[in-house]
């Protein structure tokens, strides 16, 4: 089992670039939820979809933000344009909700930082 | 919504020593809390969970316990070590269609050698 995916592991980038961070759910997960993670805000949930469906994107901090699951294996988070508040450790975690079996489990983390 | 306290944001203890974590949580229908240990520059992972119809759990030097009524649970470590050393996190959820996990702000345990 290679875990959840994500890519790439490191970004810098430049203010008012646009940014894609990419995920890989474990294979047979019906779940997906973004994290994003800072020292000032702990860790905190943005968007999660329930079979590729957005169920909850609450936490998307502003229109700059975007998520999408297009398929069971595969989801973006996009930012754009970047800012430099938007520095952070974005994690991605997928899980089986059914029957109560809810673990989630979180991949590498991408790392961004906006210049 | 759901909000979950934890507490001591920091933590210092001997190796050897037992420390103890503590969450609160303010909705009543949460009935799924995980413990997740994060260490330096990794993942979240999973270490402990329990569910609202068991009242503690345990696996080896890790137990939880919950109390309902009061709305909080805790988290136990025994014969710390050195390893053990790391960001804990606790959380909830609902466990409805959502399973949406709220987490605690952290807390940073130093076992000192």
């Known amino acids: 089992d290679a875990g959840v995916i994500q890519s790439p592991r490191h970004e810098v980038t430049e203010m008012g670039q646009e940014v894609t961070l990419r995920c890989k759910p474990i294979s047979g997960h019906n779940s997906l939820f973004w994290y994003r993670q800072t020292m000032m805000r702990g860790l905190e949930l943005l968007i999660y979809f329930n079979n590729n469906v957005p169920i909850d994107d609450s936490g998307m901090p502003e229109d700059r933000f975007s998520a999408k699951m297009p398929n069971a294996s595969f989801s973006t988070l996009k930012i754009q344009p970047s800012e430099p508040r938007d520095s952070a450790v974005y994690f991605c975690?997928?899980?089986?909700?059914?029957?109560?079996?809810?673990?989630?489990?979180f991949g590498p983390g991408t790392r961004l930082l906006v210049l | 919504g759901e909000n979950v306290e934890q507490h001591p944001s920091t933590l210092s203890v001997q190796e050897g020593d037992s420390a103890v974590i503590k969450c609160t949580y303010s909705d009543s229908a949460s009935n799924y809390f995980p413990w997740y240990k994060q260490e330096l520059g990794k993942r979240p992972q999973l270490i402990i969970d329990i569910r609202s119809n068991v009242g503690e759990k345990k696996d080896q030097r890790i137990a939880v316990t919950l109390n309902k009524t009061a709305k909080h649970f805790s988290l136990h470590i025994t014969e710390t070590q050195p390893e053990d050393s790391a960001v804990y996190f606790c959380a909830a959820s609902k466990g409805d269609s959502s399973y949406k996990l709220i987490f605690g702000s952290g807390t940073r345990l130093l076992v000192r050698p």
């Open positions: 975690a997928s899980s089986w909700v059914a029957g109560g079996r809810e673990t989630q489990y």
